[in-house]
């Protein structure tokens, strides 16, 4: 299955849907991983607090597709956010990959009482200068955040990745991330065990397009410009869920999804002003 792609803004491609792996562990993430590339898959999310970053690697080699075909990212966890832990990170994450290099690194969380995400930042852009790194971005970053690297540092992240689905549509960040030339991606795009399947913004829409519910969220995540990252141990919901780029949402229908949106809407305490990954 052929997936669009958007260029970000360092000229890059970026697949418009992805292949999330977290809690993904072991055999049956390779497994997993690799049934996902076979389904058409190119863009791969771990991350080192996720703790699969072999597995990952180990799927990529039993694909039998060319490196250069898939986009691999991971995320440097908020302990590692000194300038030399950083580095110290990303290399650790290669060689627990078994890659020559990464295709986009993310900072996870800003974690900003510890305020050293400049400093891990900085890492980052010159490890893209050294190849290691193709593109860099941030994870769960507001737009102080992001402003306060972009000041410092004169370097855009070519994504900020954040938690995004129909009750919590981050409309605010969306338009932050847009005004700034950085492509939204969203994690736990579903909802997770909130899901609105049921909803009948979603279940109306999905019967009147003959597909499913999640279908139909993740094509309001691609028509919202976000670029989800859904994850399944299950081919063929694998399929399914990168089946949404044969159907179109109306406009009402898309507006009835976005008013789903809660002010508590979050799936736990994740605001990036308080919360602290390490």
């Not at 039998?64 to 956010?81: F, M, N």
Request: hydrophobic letters at 40%; charged letters at 25%; aromatic letters at 8%.
């Amino acid at each position: 299955m052929s997936i669009p792609t958007y260029t970000l803004n360092d000229g890059s491609a970026l697949p418009a849907i992805g292949f999330g792996t977290y809690p993904l562990k072991d055999d049956e993430a390779v497994a997993t991983i690799v049934s996902a590339i076979e389904a058409g898959y190119r863009l791969l999310d771990t991350a080192v607090n996720y703790g699969n970053e072999k597995e990952v690697g180990d799927a990529v080699r039993a694909s039998g597709l060319p490196r250069e075909e898939l986009y691999v990212a991971s995320k440097i966890p908020g302990r590692d956010h000194g300038y030399d832990d950083a580095v110290a990170s990303v290399h650790g994450s290669l060689e627990r990959l078994g890659l020559d290099y990464l295709d986009l690194h993310l900072i996870h969380w800003p974690n900003p009482r510890v305020d050293k995400y400049v400093e891990a930042w900085r890492a980052l852009v010159d490890l893209r200068e050294q190849g290691l790194v193709r593109s860099i971005g941030v994870s769960n970053f507001t737009a102080a955040h992001l402003d306060r690297i972009i000041g410092e540092t004169g370097v855009t992240p070519v994504v900020n990745q954040i938690e995004l689905h129909p009750y919590f549509p981050q409309v605010e960040m969306r338009e932050v991330n847009e005004g700034r030339g950085i492509r939204t991606e969203s994690w736990s795009p579903l909802g997770k065990r909130q899901a609105p399947f049921a909803e009948p913004a979603v279940a109306d829409a999905a019967e009147a397009h003959g597909v499913t519910p999640g279908q139909v969220i993740l094509r309001w995540q691609v028509q919202l410009g976000s670029v989800p990252i859904p994850k399944s141990a299950t081919p063929e919901r694998q399929r399914a869920n990168l089946d949404v780029f044969g159907f179109e949402l109306a406009d009402a229908e898309m507006a009835a999804i976005t008013a789903l949106g809660r002010e508590d809407g979050r799936l736990f305490g994740g605001d990036p002003d308080t919360h602290e990954e390490m």
